[in-house]
């Protein structure tokens, strides 16, 4: 155990029943000292149970970890996905023209920035309506096929970014292998009008194949059944030229990315091409300038001033000393209702690890759940738990000073939301107060609030594709920093292979018309002897 976790474990003990009133009456410019402002983020971190002491040791721990020579190895490009011998270079995604990353030996920005041209390129023709379908007629529907990353990350920058969208085009996104996903995506579509875009590195994943050859199936009988429709309607996001042109797809309609590309950071690889085709290109490039100027800020700042260390260092106070199981995120930007979904991914699929980068077993808690809904909504939901529930849930609050949508007083109405929030869950309201209002005494433990219960507020500017890319980066160098100081590896995902092999030999019992010689467990032998008697197979 080093040093540093140590002293705040004694810390911890020392410090845990403090309220946050005592830190705020103690010190009443805590607001103003306790806030960052860099890269075109503002951060109040100064509603958290912490102090100056706290703060030092953090930093202490993240010097003890390593976090410094992890980051520059990261940029550097060394192979820190070590279970896989991968390096870890999104960063690489977003690096201006004339930047050198070098992985094994060669310069990567150069390769970067033509795919990204071969992008902007395709992009321009589908919303100019050079680039038309089969019969000649332009493109007016767009369907991303992926899953993972592959749809989490275009979902979510779509509807955060649909202000700057193309409304001539319509957008939908098929991810899940239950085919209601993919027969409500095309409902009303012409199938004249609408490309796909495939998104699967291998071209062989299970559900993305799926719905591709559904999709193939769909347009060809709308078409006569023409099999060179298919050059016209579909392009591909992968790296396996020979099963994409095996589908039927040209290959310089290929858009690749590179191993050291992880899913959850793929966002502003090929996989964004349906991000691109939606905003344009020069919105696209105001996204990778928010996540570079990020990326910068990271790896050059100060850790005392350094926002993703201070977020990181945050959630490893709650989630390890305080046992905090859960975090949420809640952005008061109804664009932004599918961000806590993204984060999830990044978040738990990153850290959700059991055991160190040498392959020991961790004794000690490492991601917690991350979760949350936008604003206000929320509040009518499950804000009862965060103010009176048993269980301590630090927040991340995200507002922003200017809205999309001017209507009357509602956007002051939504940000003093976020400001009386956080407000309410640090210093909650008293006994005293509650029986000064007149409250009866009976109805007083009802109405309590304790407080004490810590949250970060985020504010930005106004919701545009450069804060977007900031934001994002800001969460993906957070969840770097916290993977590091818990000693794991950051970048696999192995945790999701075992249930995927399985499903493998379940799906010919399940659909076999002769009974199955069944080897699993009693209750998945059950349940599949249940599945086909309800099918009416036997």
Not at 5 to 21: G, P, Q, R, T
Not at 45 to 73: C, F, P, Q, V
Not at 265 to 289: C, H, K
Request: with cysteine; glycine share 8%.
């Amino acid at each position: 155990m080093r040093p540093a976790w140590s002293a705040l474990e004694k810390h911890y003990c020392e410090i845990k029943d403090v309220h946050l009133k005592q830190l705020f009456a103690e010190n009443p410019e805590r607001g103003e000292r306790l806030s960052v402002e860099a890269a075109g983020l503002y951060l109040d971190y100064s509603k958290n149970r912490i102090t100056d002491e706290t703060l030092s040791l953090l930093l202490r721990l993240a010097a003890e970890s390593g976090l410094r020579e992890h980051i520059d190895a990261m940029f550097r490009g060394d192979k820190i996905n070590a279970s896989e011998s991968r390096a870890v270079l999104h960063v690489a995604l977003r690096a201006p023209r004339g930047t050198s990353i070098i992985h094994d030996g060669r310069n990567v920005v150069p390769d970067v920035h033509a795919v990204l041209d071969k992008m902007a390129d395709f992009a321009n023709r589908v919303r100019g309506g050079a680039w038309k379908g089969h019969t000649g007629r332009r493109i007016r529907n767009v369907i991303n096929i992926g899953i993972g990353g592959s749809d989490l990350g275009p979902v979510m920058a779509y509807q955060a970014l649909r202000h700057y969208s193309d409304r001539s085009l319509t957008f939908h996104f098929v991810s899940n292998i239950d085919g209601t996903d993919f027969a409500e995506a095309v409902k009303g579509l012409d199938p004249a009008e609408t490309l796909f875009i495939v998104s699967s590195k291998t071209f062989t994943t299970l559900e993305t194949m799926t719905n591709a050859r559904t999709a193939r199936d769909w347009l060809l009988s709308g078409l006569n059944r023409d099999e060179s429709a298919i050059a016209r309607h579909f392009v591909a996001v992968s790296t396996n030229a020979l099963e994409v042109a095996k589908f039927g797809i040209d290959t310089t309609n290929m858009f690749g990315f590179w191993d050291w590309v992880g899913g959850r950071y793929s966002l502003d690889s090929a996989i964004g091409l349906s991000t691109m085709v939606a905003i344009g290109p020069e919105n696209f490039r105001a996204m990778l300038d928010g996540f570079h100027a990020v990326d910068e800020h990271f790896r050059t700042a100060p850790f005392e001033r350094n926002l993703p260390v201070l977020m990181g260092l945050l959630a490893i106070w709650y989630n390890n000393f305080f046992g905090a199981q859960t975090a949420a995120v809640l952005p008061y930007e109804q664009y932004l209702n599918r961000f806590p979904a993204y984060l999830q991914q990044l978040t738990m699929e990153s850290n959700g690890k059991h055991v160190t980068l040498d392959g020991t077993r961790v004794d000690y808690d490492t991601s917690p759940i991350y979760w949350g809904e936008p604003g206000t909504n929320g509040q009518h939901s499950f804000y009862q738990l965060i103010h009176q529930g048993t269980r301590l849930i630090p927040c991340d609050f995200i507002a922003f000073a200017k809205t999309l949508n001017p209507l009357g007083a509602h956007h002051d109405m939504l940000v003093a939301n976020v400001f009386a929030q956080a407000e309410a869950l640090a210093f909650g309201k008293s006994e005293t107060q509650m029986r000064a209002e007149g409250i009866q005494d009976r109805l007083v433990p009802h109405r309590l609030f304790e407080g004490n219960r810590p949250s970060n507020t985020l504010l930005l500017d106004s919701l545009t594709p450069d804060t977007l890319g900031r934001l994002v980066a800001l969460y993906e160098h957070s969840v770097f920093t916290q993977g590091a100081i818990w000693g794991i590896d950051s970048f696999d995902q192995w945790g999701v292979e075992l249930g995927k092999a399985l499903a493998q030999q379940i799906i010919p019992q399940l659909e076999s018309t002769t009974e199955p010689e069944l080897q699993h467990d009693s209750s998945t032998n059950a349940l599949i002897r249940r599945y086909r008697k309800l099918k009416g197979i036997v």
